[in-house]
Structures are given as structure tokens and as C-alpha cells.
């Protein structure tokens, strides 16, 4: 089979790079964004996951231990970083901004990244289930 | 507000966990940090206090509402020299970390990893260029020997020594940041207790040495037209 080649923008390095879809190394072709195959942070994965609201700063941040019941504490400077680079990346977007609050909210593509990263974690738990069998 | 105190930057602002470590070391002593310069770092005095520091690199200007979000965690912005923010909190009052995700720290220091990265680039083709001027200079001339006993030689020697401090200071900036990036990338968090005190001896023994050797280049040449017959320089 012919490999067929495009021109991406690498995940994370904003570096340009030639992929061969015709062995899948990219998720969806045609895909604008920058989001390939690497795995999400876990920062990153959450902040999505929330914004499946959308929300604004501070609020963000006790959605988020929310959402993971309590584990994740994020950080504000950790939050930011994120918010910034997924909006440079289209993933999420501004709804709002009234000069003193932006409000957030996540794109289809950042929806579509989210879903990805999902069935990618699944697919891992059930790969693990092995563990529980041996246990 | 309390008397200023100037202390000299003897350490590279890109040692982020070392230069934290002094701050909340001087905050103990009375001394909190106001405002930093590349020559000088600006304190106040008052009385002591535990005050935890973070440097973050941060790209754009943060805005307000990000200021507030930080402020209501604890932490509070110092100051700032060009993408290098510094904030600080009150051990008993920070509620949490500024940064929980080094992976996602690592990310953010892209951006002056490759700025340094370019600097790196553009200042070793000056080097050789520079270089190249010098030994052609050198092998240009009839009477080489002669020439490395005049004042000119000199003061080339001197700035060959100062050029080459500046190249070793831009080379070690950029290998402090990748080696930042890729251990922040690999999960490990930046060490805000790293001991500073051998740095800063080191930085100061070399300031010490490699300052007045930059005057000298500058007072050279007014010492040889003072010197000549026509004052100008040959």
C-alpha cells in the first residue's frame, strides 16, 4: 500500500513534521489541530473534562477536584499554563470576557481530543484486567 | 515602608531553585525581595518572615484575573525581569502549590529554550567571525612578535577573554534551561531548596575577575591616545 504523507504540526513541540497516515500515526486525518497520538497530562485531560461546562478561573479549579472526587488540587499556575496553550491549540475557547472574569468553554476539537484520550484510557483498564485475573 | 537593601545578582536568573532558596533565605533574615535588575537584586528591609518564592516563565504579560486567581491561592506577583515573573506567599497562608503538573512546567519553558536555542546559534557565528578577524589581523601583520609586545595586543587579548565569558554565559544559560525542560518533562519538579551559596561564590569570584577585565578594554585605548604623539589611535 502506498504510504500517503502530510505535513502536521507536532503535538506539543510546535514543530513541523511529515506524517504517514497510511499507518495511522495520526488520529483523524484532515484534523486541523495540533493534537497527534501522545498521551494527554493529567492536568490537561481534567481541565477538558471540566470545561465540559464552561467555567471561568477559579472556579475551574474546584471543578476540577470535583470531577476527580477529591484527588487533583491543581495549582493556579499549572492552570493557567493549560488554559493557555489549549487555546492556542483551538481546544477550548473564550465565551466570555467582561475585563475582570473570562469564561471558558471546550471546542469540538478539544471535545473530540477529550473522547480520544478516553477510549485510550479505557482501553488500557481493560488491557489491565489481566491483573485483577492473577490477583 | 523599610530602608532598601541592594544585594549583587551573583547567580544566573536562569537558576530558578537556587535564586528561590535565596529569596526565602533573605525573607528569614528580614530582607524581602522588591525588585531584581541583571547587576542588582532590590530588598526591604522588615522583620523576618517565611516566605516561600517561585519563579514562573511565563511568555505574555499575565492578566489580571489570572493575578486574582493567584492572589486568592496565596501567592502575590514581586516582580518581574522581561518572562521571568517572581511570586511569593506567606508559608502559613499559601492554601496551594503554584505549580502541581511538572510535566506541564516543562511545556511552558519551550518557548525560551528555543530563544536561547537561536541566541546559542547567532552568538557562535559571531564567535567565529570574531575569531576570524582576529587571527587574520594577527597573521596579516609583518612583524607579529613585535606587535604582541604593544598596548593594541593587549587590549585585543582582553576582549578575546571578555567575548569569551559572554559565549560561555549565553552556552551555559541554554544548557541550564534544556536540562530544566527535559527534567521537568520527565516528572521530576524543580528543587526550590537547592543550595546557592557555591554559585554565588563562583559568580562572584568570576565577576570579580571578569569585570575589571572589561574596564580594562574600555581604558586601554584612551591610555594609548594619551600616550601618542597625535592622539588618535593607529
Known amino acids: ?135 | 515602608m523599610g530602608k532598601l537593601v541592594k544585594r549583587l545578582m551573583l547567580d544566573d536568573i536562569y537558576a530558578i531553585g537556587r535564586n528561590e532558596n535565596w529569596f526565602s533565605d533573605m525573607a528569614k533574615r528580614g530582607l524581602h525581595l522588591k525588585k531584581i535588575g541583571r547587576f542588582f537584586v532590590h530588598f526591604e528591609r522588615g522583620e523576618s518572615k517565611k516566605t516561600k518564592y517561585i519563579i514562573d516563565i511565563i511568555k505574555e504579560k499575565p492578566s489580571q484575573e489570572q493575578l486574582d486567581v493567584y492572589h486568592d491561592c496565596g501567592w502575590d506577583i514581586v516582580t518581574n525581569m522581561q518572562s521571568f515573573y517572581i511570586f511569593s506567599a506567606d508559608e502559613k497562608l499559601c492554601t496551594s502549590e503554584l505549580h502541581t503538573d511538572p510535566i506541564e512546567q516543562g511545556f511552558s519553558l519551550s518557548y525560551l529554550n528555543k530563544r536561547l536555542k537561536i541566541n546559542l546559534i547567532m552568538m557562535s557565528i559571531a564567535m567565529l567571525l570574531f575569531f576570524g578577524i582576529m587571527f587574520s589581523m594577527f597573521i596579516l601583520i609583518d612583524e607579529p612578535f613585535l606587535f604582541m609586545t604593544k598596548g593594541p595586543f593587549v587590549q585585543q587579548l582582553l576582549v578575546i577573554i571578555a567575548e569569551l565569558y559572554v559565549f560561555y554565559s549565553v552556552m551555559r544559560n541554554y544548557v541550564v534551561i534544556r536540562n530544566l525542560k527535559k527534567s521537568l518533562l520527565q516528572g521530576k519538579a524543580i528543587d526550590h531548596k537547592e543550595n546557592y551559596r557555591k554559585a554565588r561564590l563562583t559568580g562572584g569570584i568570576l565577576a570579580g575577575l571578569f569585570l575589571p577585565l572589561a574596564l580594562l578594554t574600555i581604558f586601554i585605548p584612551f591610555v594609548e591616545i594619551t600616550k601618542s604623539k597625535d592622539y588618535t589611535l593607529q
Open chain 1, 1 to 135: 500500500m502506498a504510504a500517503l504523507f502530510v505535513l502536521t504540526k507536532k503535538y506539543r513541540h510546535d514543530s513541523i513534521m511529515l506524517c504517514d497516515i497510511s499507518r495511522g500515526i495520526i488520529l483523524k486525518a484532515g484534523w486541523k489541530m495540533s493534537y497527534t497520538s501522545s498521551p494527554m497530562t493529567e492536568a490537561m485531560y481534567y481541565i477538558l473534562l471540566a470545561l465540559m461546562n464552561p467555567n471561568h478561573g477559579y472556579q475551574l479549579m474546584a471543578a476540577i477536584e470535583q470531577v476527580s472526587n477529591g484527588r487533583i488540587k491543581m495549582g493556579p499556575g499549572t492552570l493557567y499554563g493549560v488554559l493557555t496553550r489549549l487555546q492556542k491549540d483551538e481546544m477550548i475557547v473564550i465565551l466570555n470576557d467582561d475585563g475582570r472574569r473570562k469564561t471558558y468553554a471546550i471546542t469540538e476539537d478539544g471535545r473530540t481530543a477529550l473522547n480520544v484520550e478516553y477510549k485510550r484510557l479505557k482501553d488500557m483498564i481493560q488491557d489491565g484486567v489481566i491483573l485483577e485475573e492473577r490477583s
